[in-house]
T-cell receptor, first 114, second 113 residues
């Protein structure tokens, strides 16, 4: 158990809909990261927050947005869903926002868009 | 831009045999290097990392990796594998001033009895 929790575990929804994925980082960790794992794209970094502020952005679509709240939990919002958004979405956390720190991954949320 | 190449998508091996999972990276600037393991239906777990210093890095579960700057490689090795090592292994890099992990496509290690 990494100490990172993600809800829900599974999500099935229809095209065009909007969903919210939730992540609670390990106690004391200030950085939260979101990754997408799909068969065709592999594991891709989406976005990082550090202590409530956006720190880095990766291949995140404009239809996707995220935020980190004062209690440090984070939410990833996916809207106007398409079939290609079906993937495993991981949240990770680390103690700091600098380089080299271990990222602890949650169990993921499996999103299926039908 | 940085990229990571894992040369083998699948590696079958018998129990107690040695194994090497290959990883090459491309970057014009210095990077940190990582190996993560993903067991079925689970998240990723850090096996080991190279930040600086000794090029031979020891990790958890008996794994080790060697950083070779001239060959831009970071191959993962284990002298004797167990059935429980069956999993997907990911090599990844970050720039030294960021945490954005750039992953390879993964190598599926299948250990047979």
């Amino acid at each position: 158990d990494s100490g990172v929790t993600q809800t829900p575990k599974h999500l099935i929804t229809a095209t065009g809909q909007r969903v919210t994925l939730r992540c609670s980082p390990r106690s004391g960790d200030l950085s939260v990261y979101w990754y997408q794992q799909s068969l065709d794209q592999g594991l891709q970094f989406l976005i990082q927050y550090y202590n409530g502020e956006e720190r880095a952005k990766g291949n995140i679509l404009e239809r996707f947005s995220a935020q980190q709240f004062p209690d440090l939990h984070s939410e990833l919002n996916l809207s106007s869903l398409e079939l290609g958004d079906s993937a495993l979405y991981f949240c990770a956390s680390s103690a700091s926002g600098g380089g080299g720190y271990e990222q602890y991954f949650g169990p993921g949320t499996r999103l299926t868009v039908t | 831009a940085q990229s990571v190449t894992q040369l083998d998508s699948q590696v079958p091996v018998f129990e107690e045999a040695p194994v090497e999972l290959r990883c090459n990276y491309s970057s014009s600037v210095s990077v940190y290097l990582f190996w993560y393991v993903q067991y079925p239906n689970q998240g990723l777990q850090l096996l080991l990392k190279y930040l600086s210093g000794s090029t031979l890095v020891k990790g958890i579960n008996g794994f080790e990796a060697e950083f070779n700057k001239s060959q831009t490689s970071f191959h993962l090795r284990k002298p004797s594998v167990h059935i429980s090592d069956t999993a997907e292994y990911f090599c990844a890099v970050t720039l030294i001033n960021t945490d954005k992990l750039i992953f390879g496509t993964g190598t599926r290690l299948q250990v047979f009895p």
